[in-house]
């Protein structure tokens, strides 16, 4: 009893006859877990106090804090619903059936098995959202007391806490429980890391103190000479949690976190607000994109105040919280603050938020028929950071914000990566560099050989994806530097009528070491690179052989197999196709440029021919090539659409249309489209030239 009267204090905002209810439940929990001890020793009833103390702080209902106390009566004890509900009513009977039911699931992670448990625990919740409050108060003071549990078991509750119930705090607007869980678990789980940031918030604590002071009484200056009056300014100071998770997220080193000084203004009502935001900004100068209005738009669990930067005192940065008293309960204490609020019949925004954030959920699993499905619509909800998509099995995939198709490829596998060629994004064709969101069904098109583009690296999002694109394409390169160097090489000698297996290996060993360069790969690849001239090379390699070497060799045209890639170019001037007749050229450092004969831009260096390199196509060509068309049209309703399935008629993908010109219903156009050779574009072009809107369609 001794126990009670000390709780009944904290019980001052509740009438008598509820206060009443209140000593029922906790005589009768009393008496049920009276033989029970928790395993720090003491007597279990100080738990289901210590909860209920913790809802009461809140200004919970009465049916909430019996609920609290009887917890855990039908768990750990034989007493049923049915004589819950006889004694205290269907209410109570109800929340505390509903939180029995989630003290029985276990999550160790997100993780696929506990998929179908995470749907029933937001079945539980879903008939009365205090079952998650009470179990969220459950779970707080589990974790304030968890020292006499073993480390492994202190370990999976910290972790559970963290990644389930914490985020769910946040996500219903319960701020305070939030920080506290996650500040718990994380001295759990990174004890050291705990103590390091701790200590020095301590001891920086000291001199923030003097400037929280003087800019403190700065402001309050500045409002007192204003028409504001009640506005309350207090200092804030940053958790560990938080800091350390900036410090992730940001790169920032402890002490440029601990040099921002946060500051929260408290006023009377909503318009005092912007007043006050007025006042602070002819003080400090505002920096510029950093204010926010969360009171016009709140945050998603009802969040509101207005947030902005300043540039106080000898350039410190500011931040500043304005907000009324409600919105600072309905801040920290989320769909609690409800009860405290509670006016008429009347919800406050944030429980309505809540709620409906449930009642989503619910919908959402009736509709999704997988609970995998589900769980990751959950988790996208609760982890906005990350995106949740499909494998066409029905697999799923965790990938970061932002991921697109080519960084899903390589999370299924560095081979499929390497080899993509197309995706489809919910059955539908769509770029590899689609930027996936959650819940979409992602199948990837391989090609056996196809290769990583260069220009993926511009946008794939997970290191997974980098990485192995730099990986193939370094091996790739060097590879192709060397089969196109000894080719030059061997052309040269053909050129001069030698053959290059009459070179001797002392004269090859003489060149290099001459050169400087460790093995014939290495002259290869300067030779590829453009860095030496084959012809000189081969001049040097002939004149160290010492011998007469003249014989008849045929000159071989180069071998272009269509793959673009680092030491094959294909020109972006002329862009040459399979079937074009072709001219290369070396340029120094890039390797082989390959352009169609009749491109202008090597008009000029005709008179050179010695620079041009004999190449031809190679037979068995699969990769697709750009062609631009230049069309003139007459614009009709339709003729987009018939232009367009013209094409693919042909079996040729549309990169892009743009009109060029339009003269009244005249268009030109210039339409990029990919084909496999040029037999494929003359198709195109006289599938287009016999439509009765194309006045004529040329390859550009
Ligand atoms: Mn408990």
């Not at 696929?112 to 009365?128: G, L, N, T």
């Not at 005192?313 to 919105?327: A, C, F, H, V, Y």
């Not at 944030?350 to 989503?360: T, Y």
Request: glycine share 4%; hydrophobic share 40%.
């Amino acid at each position: 009893m001794r126990l009670f009267s000390r709780f009944k204090k904290r019980l001052s905002y509740l009438k008598p006859k509820q206060i009443e209810q209140i000593r029922q439940a906790f005589l009768f929990a009393e008496q049920k877990h009276h033989d029970q001890k928790r395993s720090s020793g003491e007597s279990y009833i100080t738990h289901p106090i210590a909860v209920a103390i913790i809802l009461a702080d809140m200004h919970m209902d009465p049916d909430s804090i019996s609920a609290a106390l009887l917890h855990d009566v039908i768990e750990d004890t034989p007493i049923e619903k049915t004589e819950i509900k006889k004694k205290f009513g269907k209410t109570v009977a109800e929340l505390v059936d509903g939180v029995t039911k989630l003290t029985k699931m276990q999550f160790s992670t997100l993780a696929e098995a506990q998929a179908e448990s995470f749907r029933k625990m937001v079945m539980a919740m879903s008939h009365d959202i205090r079952v998650i409050l009470i179990k969220l108060a459950d779970r707080l003071h589990n974790m304030r007391t968890m020292e006499s549990l073993p480390i492994y078991k202190q370990h999976r509750i910290a972790k559970e806490t963290l990644d389930i119930y914490a985020p769910i705090a946040n996500r219903i607007g319960i701020h305070d429980l939030y920080i506290d869980l996650e500040s718990l678990s994380f001295a759990v789980l990174y004890p050291r890391r705990h103590a390091v940031i701790q200590n020095a918030v301590q001891k920086a604590r000291g001199n923030r103190k003097e400037i929280i002071n003087t800019i403190t009484k700065e402001i309050k200056k500045r409002f007192s000479k204003s028409a504001l009056k009640k506005v309350e300014i207090f200092g804030r100071e940053k958790h560990i949690y938080s800091i350390y998770k900036k410090m992730l997220r940001k790169h920032l080193s402890l002490s440029e976190i601990m040099d921002v000084y946060g500051f929260r203004i408290i006023v009377k009502n909503f318009d005092d607000c912007y007043r006050a935001l007025g006042v602070i900004h002819s003080i400090y100068k505002p920096v510029p994109g950093r204010f926010k209005d969360y009171i016009a738009i709140p945050k998603l669990n009802g969040y509101q105040s207005l947030h902005t930067t300043l540039i106080g005192p000898q350039g410190l940065p500011i931040e500043i919280q304005i907000r009324t008293d409600k919105m600072e309960q309905i801040a920290s204490k989320g769909i609690a603050a409800h009860w405290l609020y509670k006016t008429g019949e009347k919800f406050s925004e944030a429980h309505i938020r809540a709620q409906q954030w449930i009642n989503d959920l619910l919908e959402m699993q009736q509709k999704t028929g997988s609970s995998l499905e589900f769980i990751e619509n959950v988790k996208t909800d609760l982890f906005p950071e990350e995106i949740y998509v499909f494998t066409p099995k029905g697999g799923i995939m965790e990938l970061p914000r932002g991921s697109t198709a080519i960084d899903f490829a390589y999370a299924v596998h560095t081979a499929i990566g390497n080899t993509c060629v197309a995706a489809k994004i919910d059955r539908q064709f769509a770029p590899l560099s689609t930027i996936l969101t959650s819940g979409q069904t992602v199948a990837i098109t391989t090609s056996p050989g196809s290769r990583p583009n260069p220009a993926w690296l511009h946008f794939v999002r997970t290191g997974k994806a980098r990485s192995g694109i730099r990986h193939f394409l370094k091996n790739q390169q060097q590879a192709e530097l060397i089969t196109l160097g000894e080719q030059l090489l061997l052309n040269s000698f053909a050129e001069l009528s030698v053959s290059f297996n009459k070179i001797t290996k002392n004269a090859i060993n003489k060149v290099l070491t001459e050169f400087k360069i460790e093995d014939l790969n290495g002259l290869f690849k300067e030779i590829g690179l453009g860095n030496r001239s084959p012809l000189f090379v081969a001049h040097q390699l002939i004149n160290a052989t010492k011998a007469k070497l003249v014989t008849k060799e045929r000159k071989e045209p180069l071998l272009i197999q269509g793959t673009e890639g680092i030491a094959v170019n294909l020109a972006h001037c002329c862009h040459p196709i399979p079937g074009d007749t072709i001219i290369s050229l070396m340029v120094k450092g890039r390797g082989l440029m390959v352009h169609r004969e009749q491109c202008e831009k090597i008009s000029r260096l005709r008179k050179q021919p010695e620079k041009f390199i004999l190449a031809r196509w190679a037979d068995d060509i699969k990769e697709k090539f750009v062609a631009i068309l230049k069309i003139d049209m007459s614009s009709r309703l339709g003729s987009f659409a018939a232009l367009t399935k013209a094409i693919a008629d042909c079996e040729a993908n549309i990169d892009n249309i743009t009109i060029i010109e339009r003269t009244g219903a005249h268009y030109v156009t210039k339409v990029v489209i990919n084909v496999r050779n040029k037999t494929q574009v003359e198709k195109v072009l006289n599938k287009l030239n016999s439509l009765s809107i194309v006045t004529k369609a040329i390859r550009v």
